[in-house]
């Protein structure tokens, strides 16, 4: 291990903000009894006491966070409200760590933890919205993908009735599969495009709008998504790739289930045409296995 990161994680025990639990104690008793952690319900009072949110304002979560800035360009846009980040890369998260103690930002907090155990860290009700941003679209592990069912069954233990899951990201095969999820399951798509730095991005997807209840809505969330710019969404933006976006509830009883129709979703056609990209001014993995198939 680089000295670098060694000095990260070093430092990264100092923040307040941060939170590096123990997996070893979570699965104490296995995978399948996950315990919790002494921290939920209780994020308020332990990671935000000098919040300006009110006592009963629910969490902001981003899923996958990376470094953070997501976290707190949106923590900065809103004081109201607190946020949290949560990554599994204790290097990433040193950097907004760093930012949110150097600046004493009282409404950012960030978890060290893998994104299976969240349902560990939150109680019901604790959480308003969630944030995916470009998350890894998981092309051969459908129960990785972090708008599958088994994760939203997850997000549902901890999210408010009526709170919204915002999906952000460049990849067209993950879009197209979370809006077949969303299907399925009757989960009310409050907005969605394809390309959201686009010039028709405020129609949205025709498919999907029509059942809108509200265009001004999906207008104002489309707005909001563009506002905040995430480090690879930047980079692929550059690059000419389209940015896709959509809004949606978790309002559903009963288990959530899968699409298995092509109809609803052709897996192997939103695979074939996902784009190329190239990370660091290198080919990424995906960018050589579509260069090998031409």
């Known amino acids: 291990m680089g000295h670098d990161k060694l000095r990260k994680f070093a430092e990264n025990e100092t923040f307040s903000c941060l939170l590096q639990p123990s997996s070893k104690e979570l699965l104490a008793d ?11 319900g209780r994020w308020r009072e332990r990671m935000f006491p000098h919040s300006q949110a009110p006592a009963d304002g629910g969490i902001v979560l981003e899923l996958g966070c ?6 707190i360009d949106l923590a900065l846009r809103d004081p109201s409200r607190n946020y ?3 990554d599994i890369k204790g290097a990433r998260l040193w950097k907004g760590a760093k930012y949110a103690t150097q600046h004493s930002l009282p409404n950012v907090a960030f978890l060290r933890t893998r994104v299976e155990f969240i349902s560990a860290f939150f109680a019901p009700g604790e ?4 944030w995916l941003t470009f ?3 998981q092309f051969r592990s459908e129960n990785s993908r972090l708008s599958s069912p088994v994760f939203l069954e997850r997000y549902r233990s901890f999210l408010r009735p009526g709170g919204l899951v915002h999906l952000k990201t460049d990849s067209r095969f993950l879009h197209e599969y979370t809006k ?3 299907k399925v399951n009757g989960l009310e798509v409050t907005a969605c495009t394809a390309d959201l730095y686009g010039a028709a991005r405020v129609a949205a ?6 059942g809108f209840k509200s265009a ?13 710019q995430t480090f690879y969404e930047k980079m692929f933006l550059e690059q000419g790739y389209p940015i896709t976006y959509m809004a949606f509830r978790l309002d559903h009883d009963g288990p959530f289930v899968a699409p298995r129709d092509p109809e609803d979703f052709d897996s192997d056609h939103w695979r074939s045409v996902e784009g190329p990209r190239v990370l660091f001014g290198r080919d990424t993995a995906e960018t050589r296995r579509q260069k090998l198939k031409k």
Not at 205 to 210: E, G, L
Not at 216 to 228: D, F, H, P, Q, S
């Open 30 to 40: 296995g995978y399948a009894n996950l315990h919790d952690h002494e921290i939920k």
């Open 66 to 71: 990376g470094k953070g800035e997501y976290t």
């Open 84 to 86: 949290v980040g949560v």
């Open 127 to 130: 959480v308003s919205e969630i």
């Open 135 to 137: 998350s890894d679209p």
């Open 180 to 182: 077949a999820v969303c």
């Open 205 to 210: 997807d025709s498919r999907v709008a029509a």
């Open 216 to 228: 001004a809505t999906a207008t104002t969330a489309m707005t909001e998504a563009t506002a905040v």
